[in-house]
């Protein structure tokens, strides 16, 4: 078949300049016509194009390990690999010319006829149709497998392919956690402990050396900051150089593994992971006034150094513990991070599914390393994950409702019991009037409603009643979105007193829009009022999020293409089978027919996360530690322990990690201990020329890595270089200073800059708003807070240095350091510099650092006496018996090395 020729070709020039030359008399009206023309041209040249590169492509043979088999491991290899359906495997050039059982899959004369393409493009309800469940294969596949069989169905003898089912026997993160043997190596003289040989073997086998150790001051400075967040005081500085001793770096671990802020620093990655906020996101995006009590209890759990396995079961499940504590009722707010969604119109369980799904791909980030959400709308594409797996672990959590507990802090409870027995006798005194008639006319209500849940449609009415509770229970609250329709659903005589309340003040203040004459014939609509003044003299317990068992169980099925109105298999809460624990290994994989005694429940799905047998949650945990002292993960990236993800760097060392990590009874900060005090730990950042150009991402660990300041750190360390830093610890969030448009326009009047102390609180309390993050956690790569986030990324931007520079926090920081600095007695300018410098980077300057100092100093002091407006902005708040343009002229200074780059590196 002859092809368009390409306009570009020489041919097609000759044309069009033979078109130009011959119609000289062209009119300026066809002049104008021209681009018209030129445009009409366009879809003819687009199409022409698009024809040359179809039949370039399909002169190009199809490449087997590319094109097909993907599709192959897809969508065959379930039923056609180990146990092969039919006869016929498709996992090796050997099985696939042997046939099946109805003879040979590829017919070499009449390759259309083949009966493997008869199969796929066979009609939905035909017999023999493939693959038997699930969509077709769509155009796109079809295309290529067509050109596959068309050109001979070639097949590389080195080609082997394996099922999910196999590879997941064979992958390494999937067999079970062993400690390999410590390895020897030649230069033992250069470990501290275990860590030290597993790196010091692969140097040794590359032929390399480690970095030497760091200066003590570096080596402080990094380790304050990696523990806790913050730089080290010029008095630990000094400490710590003067102790000769030869644990001496060992002892001052200890002082900062005990220390507050160390369960502050460490709070922020697990926050990251369940992506706490303070707001529900969406387009509402209403407030969560006490989301902060999980919060706290994660700081309080990780200053007590309370064991993973214990922290994983008290988060997934401590209101199923025999007699759960406040403490673990509180930490079981871990599963009420997810959006919610409040919105007028919304779909009530349309966006409880997608908070269960949210839950289900959280718990699969946090502990599993696994992409679990993959398989929502499908079995996964890599990971042995089936859909029918996702959706019996989505069952599992599935069986937890939100409600907001009466949870007191210390002081509380005594002031609130003193207060409640008057109250509920004068409330009792209000609604005895309004009775029996109260009582039988909300009990309607609940009737009237629950009809609606059970025949929607029927009134549009009452299914929009339905809805506003469901949508606007506790909303200003933060309360759990659906409590106020389980409350409806549980019988009278199972609430506690508390409910019952809560929902007759619901009744009470919303009742009236049903336009029930009863309602006004009892005078309702007075006794609202009275009860929501009596309610404020009452100084009731703060509330909290948490969660607990339903109190009906919820059927859950197999979600079609993820689509909860197209609901498919009835599945029973379940773990996936081939993570069970098995004497076997994965080497032995569950029939998916035999069901387990019983449903699991959140309870054994947390002690089966961390069982010894789980070969994935030390491994991935350790993997997340050691990311946080190294800049990257053994594994990296840290979210993928499935079959597409990379192998670890140090594999042995990795599972000496793991196996060490539940040796030690899952302590997070005997791990840190053990990885902070390495040799490897210790090394010097600095970049050898010779390692860069082999080992560019410093796999090996051949050196440290200087790793720029996430945003809290940021501002952490600005306000506790300054002195400005509020160290108290826990409480609520606040809300500090950011630029009044920004402020204005995104947070609607929410952001009420906070007063006194509360405007200098570290970044970690910072009220985070899903659809307005806080302007300066956006700037330095804070990651938004609708999905799980394993690692924050890092990045240098012009925008970052222009807010250090300019954002009016942080210049208040620099005027602030630079009151404190001139306050200091007896020092000249060469010993205050010096003070300075100490506050910002841990160091004293060197001689040409003083030097510039100071001839800045000298200049701006010069500056600023000739300009006293300059000097008032600068400096507005003045010092007794001091010259403004002297404070003025140290705030420059002071601001000037605030925004030094190693000010805001860990090196």
Known sequence: ?????????????????????????????????????????????????????????????????????????????????????????????ATWLQGGDSGAAFNTIEPEKSSLWIRVTAGPDEEHRMPPEGSRLNSEQLTRL??????????????????????????????????????????????????????????????????????????????????????????????????????????????????????????????????????????????????????QWLIDALNRDLPFDQFTIEQLAGDLLPQPTQEQLLATGFLRNTLSNREGGADLEEYRVEQIVDRTRTVGTAWLGLTVGCSRCHDHKYDPLTQKEFFQLYAVLDQADEVNLPLPLPGEQAAFEAAFA????????????????????????????????????????????????????????????????????????????????????YFLARGSIIDDPKFAELKLSTLAPQLEELKKSVPWPTRAPTVRQARHARPVHIHTRGDFRVPAELVQADIPRWLQPDVQGLASVSDDNVQPAKPIDRLDLAR???????????????????????????????DDFGLRGQKPSHPELLDWLAAEFMNRGWSVKQMHRLIVTSATYRQSSVARPELVAIDPQNRLL?????????????????????????????????????????????????????????????????????????????????????ASCTRRDRSNSPLQALTLLNDPVFFEAAQAMARVALTQPGLTDSERIQWVFRRAVSRDTTDSEAEVLNEYLSEQRRLLSQDPAAAERLAPIAIENMERAEVAAWTGLCSAVLNLHEFIVRE
């Open 146 to 295: 067509k050109r596959w069989l068309s050109d001979g169905a070639r097949w590389p003898e080195k080609s082997v392919l394996q099922s999910p089912q196999a590879a997941a026997r064979e992958h390494w993160a999937f067999k079970a956690v062993k400690a390999p043997p410590v390895p020897n190596v030649v230069h033992d003289n250069q470990t501290k402990n275990e860590i030290d040989a597993f790196i010091l073997s692969g140097l040794e086998q590359q032929k390399f050396t480690p970095a030497p150790e760091a200066d003590r001051v570096t080596l402080l400075r990094r380790v304050t900051l990696d523990l806790t967040g913050l730089p080290p005081s010029p008095e630990d500085v000094s400490r710590f150089l003067n102790d000769s001793a030869p644990d001496a770096y060992e002892r001052e671990v200890d002082r900062l593994l005990s220390l507050p802020a160390y369960g502050e620093r460490w709070a922020r990655p697990w926050l990251d992971l369940c992506h706490f906020a303070d707001t529900d996101g969406y387009l509402t995006d209403q407030k969560r006034p006490v989301a902060w009590r999980y919060r």
């Open 422 to 505: 008057e109250y509920r006798a004068k409330r009792d005194t209000l609604v005895a009037p309004f009775l029996p008639g109260l009582d039988e006319l909300q009990k309607r209500w609940e009737v009237r409603m629950q009809e609606a849940v059970a025949h929607p449609g029927v009134s549009p009415t009452w299914d929009r009643q339905w809805e506003v509770l469901g949508l606007i229970w506790g909303g200003e609250l933060g309360e759990g979105q659906l409590e106020g329709c389980v409350i409806a659903q549980t019988p009278w005589e199972q609430r506690t007193l508390d409910e019952k309340d809560r929902l007759q003040d």
């Open 702 to 786: 051949a050196r440290q890595m200087p790793l720029r300041f996430s945003s809290d750190q940021v501002r952490d360390a600005m306000l506790y270089a300054s002195g400005l830093l509020e160290s108290r610890v826990g409480g609520p969030s606040v809300f500090p200073p950011q630029p009044e448009i920004v402020a204005k326009e995104g947070f609607s009047n929410v952001w009420q800059t906070s007063e006194g102390a509360d405007r200098y609180r570290r970044g970690l309390y910072t009220w985070l708003q899903r659809l307005s993050p806080f302007a300066q956690n956006v700037t330095f790569d804070a990651p938004p807070a609708n």
């Open 1 to 93: 078949m002859q092809s368009w020729p390409l306009l570009t070709s020489p041919e097609c020039l000759a044309d069009l300049n033979s078109v130009d030359t011959s119609t000289k008399s062209r009119t300026a009206s066809d002049s104008n016509h021209t681009p018209q023309r030129l445009f009409l041209l366009l879809p003819m040249l687009f199409a022409f194009t698009c024809a040359s590169s179809a039949r370039a492509q399909d002169l190009v043979p199809v490449d087997f390990d590319k094109d097909i088999a993907p599709l192959f491991r897809d969508r065959c290899l379930s039923c056609h690999a180990e146990s092969p359906s039919g006869g016929l495997g498709l996992t090796s050039k």
């Open 608 to 638: 089966w996360l961390v069982s010894k047998e789980n070969p994935l949650t030390a491994r991935v945990v350790v993997n997340r530690m050691w990311q946080e002292f190294f800049g990257r993960g053994l594994v990296d990236p840290s």
